[in-house]
């Protein structure tokens, strides 16, 4: 590894020299930003970095997360730290979870053009025009799925023609799924409903009140399920 | 990518893969884990730590930069701030976005009381958001809760406090019940039936995930309750000191805007302290799983208003942060990877550890194996063992990495890194604050009335080391509680004046102590840009 090779970026337009190994967020604190904007979990899973680059010379527009994105030689760098993505209010309780629901909320869905720019855009590799086509059908189970890994950095949004807010009905549908779709599990149920009927009070109580010496014998002896 | 070494020591890893894959390794004894925690844990090091000299803790031992931050000088004067015309007049202020704020909120709001939720980066920029493996509850029927007990009040080290860690135990169903039916998805078969898996230190399989991305999944769907129940949110607004009232009470905070450095007050019948935990102090020099904001916040402002701490001494390594690529170097790598069939081996390919030890016996056995042992496989940045990932697919076949960890594959792939045929190169990483702020069974601190704590700025849960699974428990079941018990309590409060009178009393005291250090506090953000 060569640490000390350095490669040349531009961050909003400015052009700075830092060390090739950098991810892009690293690079701009050894520019000397101190970041509170477009920074947040720095390992990938928040969302807050949504950045924009093009390397020069080239004619595409690439997007990454800035946490997650090693600098490149002549990286032109903007970042996303903020997008308005329509969030529409809604009761889970009430709502009923059918085609209709998607027409009434978010009806943009309806708009889309079909161009996969989202898709495209997408930093973590999600089929997004996918998830909204089951949307669309009401198939929120699949969107659910589809979608999982989505980290609300809104990029998505940013790229698309019809304005639709994909993060946010990506998230009703899986919202949607765990609550109605998916089975309940009984045993959760059954084990709520002993711990509220008492079940377990004398056990832990019993336990409590046991000397400590007694209580490590019993943790160092205790059956450990293979 | 991979060194000559690295590649040398691989072929041996995958020499011994399919015999390594099918050992069942020894447990340590409660004796041999002792002697490697005294010998190799970063907490038994005794020149990393200090005494108090001021304050309600005064004489106890904590981290030298958790010290240096608790008896730090406040941002402001108290005289800067005009506590007679506050923006916000609420009856509930929350601190903090994370998931033991947002999951305060929801239940603070639903109880009827006005709520502000205030937070210093965007709400759901919070470790809830990147605990990855997993949350405990026993609900399967070999399992109940003395035995969740037995196994957290063990592996805490019998230290844990006995009343709320009886909370945890007896409210995680429910809490997982809760969850699920705000729509969080959790991993399960065809009927409904959780798929759970161990955890380090777990005597019953009560470990439910979404994926890898359980606190990911939960945060995400706690924002948007928060968001469609009309709570009101600000970002960006940092509380850097808790106002009182005449009486001593909490009763609001003064808030920062981090961006334009305004200062305004909140106003509030009742204040609930939910900042996080504290990994971006990078104790002892660590590097960190946790989120940019992890910086200890809550237990600064508490502590200046008198509250006490529980265990501030103890802090969790987690065994396995990324090693290597050095642009993913501390990030975690979920403890899901070892439950799933994982071991840890050194660079002659031998596994040395059973992989699923409670973490601070793990953080510990790992520094061993490179310091003592000289098992260490070596990086251009430091050493690390190897964690088997292919072992995964060979126990339970092809698919499971990408269905069960798929953050995992995705961030190593980044790095040209294949986890299903490559093992991985990992080391201990600061990833938790064991102790906190010490609360009663109401979420309250016993020395100041009306503060309340939830999540990671609480002490005592969990003991002196927590396990996998019951960090994003605490912060839902505590949230709760917390919001419930702060919005009946304000129901009963009627604010006296409000005032900043500690700062200068606080002030005295560092005086008195002979504290000179130019260090303000709270501290916020970490430092990272360079000096140019």
Sequence with gaps: MSANKMVHVYLMGKKYEVPEDLTIMTAMEYAGYELVRGVGCRNGFCGACATIYRIKGDQELKTCLACQTKVEEDMYIATLPFFPLVKKLYNIEDITPNEQLMMQLYPEIYSCVGCNACTKACPQDIKVMQYIAYAQRGEFDKCAEESFDCVMCGICSSRCPAGISHPQVALLARRINGKYLVPESAELKERVIEIQDGKFEDFISTLMEKPVDEVKNLYNNRDIEI | ?532
């Design chain 2, 1 to 532: 990518m991979f060194t000559e070494e690295m590649i040398e020591s691989i072929t041996k890893v995958e020499a011994k893969r399919k015999v390594n894959a099918a050992l069942e390794p020894r447990r340590m004894s409660a004796d041999e884990k002792d002697e490697v925690l005294r010998k190799f844990h970063p907490d038994y090091i005794k020149e990393q730590f200090v005494k108090l000299e001021m304050g309600v803790n005064k004489g106890e031992n904590v981290p030298l930069e958790l010290a240096d931050l608790l008896q730090g000088k406040s941002r402001i004067k108290a005289s800067s701030v005009n506590l007679n015309s506050p923006t916000y007049d609420v009856d509930v202020l929350v601190i903090g976005g994370g998931g033991a704020g947002s999951a305060a909120a929801i239940e603070a709001h639903r109880a009827g009381a006005n709520v502000l939720v205030t937070t210093k980066l965007r709400i759901g920029d919070a470790n809830t958001m990147m605990a990855e493996g997993g949350i405990q509850a026993a609900d399967k029927p070999n399992d109940s809760p003395e035995i969740h007990f037995l196994d957290a009040y063990g592996g805490g080290h019998f230290a844990a406090k006995k009343s709320l860690l009886k909370k945890l135990v007896t409210e995680a169903p429910e809490t997982i019940q809760w969850l699920n039916g705000l729509g969080v998805e959790f991993d399960k078969d065809a009927s409904g039936s959780m798929l759970t898996t161990h955890g380090g230190g777990t005597s019953k399989k009560r470990m439910h995930a979404a994926k890898d991305y359980s606190g990911a999944e939960i945060m995400r769907t706690l924002r948007d309750e928060v968001l469609c129940e009309g709570i009101e949110v600000v970002d960006f607004s940092a509380a850097i000191e808790i106002i009182l009232d005449e009486k001593g009470h909490a009763a609001g905070a003064v808030l920062m805007n981090m961006e334009t450095k305004e200062l305004c007050v909140a106003r509030a019948k009742t204040v609930i302290i939910a900042t996080g935990g504290a990994g971006r102090i990078h104790y002892q020099g660590f590097p960190t799983t946790n989120h940019y904001g992890a910086t200890a916040d809550g237990l600064v402002l508490a502590y200046r208003v008198g509250a006490k701490l529980l265990y501030p001494d103890t802090l969790q390594y987690h065994p396995t942060g990324t090693a290597y690529p050095q642009q993913i170097f501390g990030a975690l790598v979920t403890e899901k990877v070892r439950s799933l069939g994982a071991k840890l081996v050194n660079k002659e390919g031998d596994v040395f550890m059973h992989p699923l030890e409670t973490r601070d016996v793990a953080a510990a056995s790992i520094i061993k194996e490179v310091r003592e042992t000289k098992g260490g496989i070596t990086t251009p940045f430091g050493e690390g063992v190897w964690l088997d990932t292919p072992m995964i697919e060979l126990k339970n076949g092809e698919g499971t990495i990408e269905s069960r960890i798929p953050a995992m594959l995705r961030m190593f792939s980044k790095y040209n890194i294949d986890i299903r045929k490559v093992p991985i190169l990992v080391y201990p990483t600061l990833h938790y604050q064991n102790g906190g702020i010490d609360i009663n069974t109401d979420c309250m601190s016993d020395d100041v009335e009306n503060l309340f704590v939830a999540g990671e700025a609480v002490g005592g849960i969990h003991g002196r080391n927590r396990l996998m699974g019951n960090s994003l428990l605490d912060v839902v079941v505590f949230g709760r509680d917390a919001g419930k018990s702060a919005a009946s309590k304000a129901k009963e409060v009627t604010i006296g004046k409000l005032t900043l009178a500690h700062l200068a009393n606080f002030e005295k005291q560092r005086t008195d102590a002979g504290i000179t250090s130019k260090t303000e506090s709270p501290k916020l953000l970490p430092h990272y840009a360079r000096e140019v």
